[in-house]
């Protein structure tokens, strides 16, 4: 069953893995091919459309040829109204002739005559006015291919190849060929586009020109999920069409402007792709019937050690520890081999032990039984005292319970003297505060007086040099006072003289006039001054005497301020000296209330060692009593012991070692 079970687990694992990776291959090498059959399509189809690209060009020329072979003609340029049309009948019956794929040649002079073979003209509509006329008129040097149309006179459909034909410079009328569109579709039908592909050719409005489908010749093409994406001049694209994924190469037409697109379904290429399959098939089943061999060979190596080891535990669990097995490898089967041998031996070696410990335990047990005994008379005898001392042992807790309450009673009072100290220390500490505020104010107060008296001092004398400065004011008046009255004595000659002068002196008069009315305002403004400087020095003499009166209260006052500040020194120095004081007493109570606090935990302490001795006695004279209960269970469990003792005996003596 082993041998099953891991053949299994190392054949379906392998054998999983196999199939996986091989499916795996196989999808990818599948794609690759699918992609790389359909890159390589792509690249034919695009050089098939590029090659009927150049095949159409090649068959335009050719019928532009012809066109600029109109123009050029010189029967046709040198035609004019009323002339003879055979000559250009027959040279169009010629290139007809030369050229199948020509349908119609035009002539269309500017004069609006019409000269159309094999189509009689007698009742054509001016062609002056078509739109592929006035195109060949504004690119007189350039064939110009118009966009399908169905021929009135064949029902089918053409396309129309124009030039102008120019004369000295001058456009004298339009040259053109009509081509069946039949002749492009059987040049692309001679294409070949993979096995289902085909060409199409689409006008510059969308429309199919050329389609294997006759019935989509004419429509529009703008509609389909590819014409959007054949923008550009040439390209390759992948889009779906009719519920199937297709490859559409396009290039567009420089002579036309018209789009040659190839497209051929993805589903061939799939196809192309598929034939690898096979082999890749016959190469999975070829590698699945390789990997089962070497799985099967792999799992009889490792299941046929491991029934080795396992037939050696069989005969271990019947008791037969010197079972052994013999695995010469070194991996991991060797490993767990070697392992087996020297749980093998630890296994005996434990037997043995437990042979051994059992002879000794059954030697304990019956000493056990002994000690018991005596233990358990020693246990009543220590009961009976214990309770001797749980009696005591109440009663001084008893006391020192009392103890305790008195010291508590104590300890209330302390803490009250406390309280009341810390309050009286608290209102010390304010007045001390207070005081040393005092002193300071006053200080402050004892400056601010000394810096006053210092100020007065300076006033009373800047006010006796203001009263000196007003005296040599008063002065400096007098001396311009005499110099004003000289000044108007001055004008008055001045004024007689001009008076004697005349006419002459005229305006001599009349300054020393101004000069003299000069002089008498500064004599007045000058008496003002003098008025004014005589009031100012009586002001000034009445400040220098209150100022001195001020300076002698200002000493006063100072005076007064120190004898202050000496009154709060010695009040802050007594404050200071009562604070020391009873800051002792309050460091004497805190003392008291650590020595309190002390008492009263070792009293804590005596009642709950007495209480727990108490305790301790009853607990253990009920330990004893245990004891003694315990001592007679062990020494039942010792006879217990010494019966077990005697089972594992028995049960060892089955192994072999």
Do not use: C
Request: overall charge negative; glycine content about 4%.
């Amino acid at each position: 069953m082993i041998k099953k079970s891991l053949q299994r687990q190392i054949l379906v694992p392998f054998l999983l893995l196999i199939i996986m990776t091989g499916l795996i291959v196989s999808g990818v090498s599948y794609f690759f091919s699918v992609k790389s059959t359909v890159d390589n399509s792509s690249e034919d189809t695009s050089a098939r459309i590029h090659d009927l690209n150049e095949s159409l060009n090649r068959f335009l020329e050719d019928n532009a040829d012809f066109v600029s072979a109109y123009a050029d003609s010189m029967g046709i340029k040198l035609f004019r109204e009323g002339d003879s049309p055979d000559f250009i009948i027959s040279k169009f019956e010629d290139y007809h002739l030369s050229n199948e794929a020509i349908m119609n040649s035009y002539f269309i002079s500017e004069t609006k005559e019409a000269i159309i073979y094999p189509i009689p003209s007698e009742h054509v509509k001016d062609q002056t006015l078509t739109s592929w006329y006035k195109q060949a008129k504004k690119d007189p040097k350039h064939v110009i291919w118009t966009d399908p149309f169905i021929d009135p006179a064949t029902d089918r459909p053409v396309v129309k190849a124009v030039k102008a034909v120019e004369y000295n410079e001058t456009i004298i009328g339009v040259a053109a060929i009509d081509i069946a569109v039949n002749d492009i579709l059987t040049l692309m039908q001679n294409v070949k586009i993979g096995s289902t592909g085909y060409a199409i050719l689409l006008d510059n409005s969308g429309n199919y020109m050329v389609h294997p489908q006759a019935k989509k010749l004419g429509k529009t093409a703008t509609n389909e999920p590819y014409y959007k994406k054949i923008k550009e001049n040439e390209g390759v694209v992948i889009t779906e069409m009719n519920d199937q994924d297709r490859v559409f190469s396009y290039t567009k037409n420089d002579m036309t402007g018209w789009k040659l697109v190839g497209t051929v379904a993805i589903s061939e290429f799939e196809k192309k792709a598929s034939i690898i399959l096979l082999p890749i098939g016959i190469a999975l089943l070829i590698t699945l019937v390789v990997a089962a061999i070497i799985s099967i060979y792999i799992s009889r190596r490792v299941t046929k050690p491991v029934k080795q080891l396992s037939e050696a535990m069989h005969e271990m669990k019947n008791g037969n520890l010197q079972a052994s097995v013999s695995i010469d490898r070194e991996d991991e089967i060797g490993q767990l081999s070697d392992s087996f041998i020297e749980m093998s031996d630890q296994m005996r070696m434990l037997i043995r032990e437990m042979s051994q410990i059992t002879d000794h335990v059954t030697d304990a047990s019956q000493t056990v039984v002994a000690s018991a005994e005596e233990n358990s008379a020693s246990a009543q005898e220590v009961s009976t005292t214990m309770q001797q001392i749980a009696a005591g042992s109440s009663h001084q807790a008893e006391l020192m319970e009392g103890n305790a309450k008195a010291a508590n009673v104590l300890a209330d009072r302390i803490i009250q003297v406390q309280k009341q100290g810390e309050a009286i220390e608290k209102a010390t500490e304010q007045m001390n505060q207070a005081s040393l505020t005092g002193v300071e104010k006053v200080g402050f107060l004892k400056e601010k007086s000394v810096l006053t008296t210092e100020m007065t001092k300076e006033m009373i004398t800047s006010i006796k040099k203001l009263d000196e400065s007003s005296g040599s004011v008063q002065e400096i008046v007098h001396t311009i006072s005499d110099i004003a009255n000289q000044t108007n004595l001055l004008a008055l000659n001045a004024a007689i003289e001009a008076a004697r002068a005349g006419e002459s002196g005229r305006g001599f008069a009349v300054v020393a006039d101004e000069v003299r009315k000069l002089a008498e305002q500064t004599e007045g403004s000058l008496k003002e001054i003098g008025h004014l400087i005589s009031e100012m020095q009586s002001v000034t003499q009445t400040t220098v005497g209150q100022v001195q009166a001020a300076a002698a209260l200002i000493l006063s006052q100072g005076e007064a301020v120190e004898e202050t500040e000496n009154s709060f020194s010695a009040i802050s120095e007594a404050v200071q000296g009562n604070s020391e004081k009873l800051r002792d007493v309050i460091i004497s109570v805190e003392e008291m209330t650590k020595q309190k606090d002390v008492l009263l935990e070792n009293a804590s302490h005596i009642l709950a060692i007495t209480q727990e001795t108490a305790a301790g006695t009853e607990e253990v004279s009920a330990s004893s009593e245990q004891q003694a209960a315990s001592m007679e269970q062990l020494n039942h469990l010792a006879e217990q012991l010494e019966q077990y003792a005697e089972q594992m005996r028995v049960h060892v003596r089955k192994f072999k070692f």
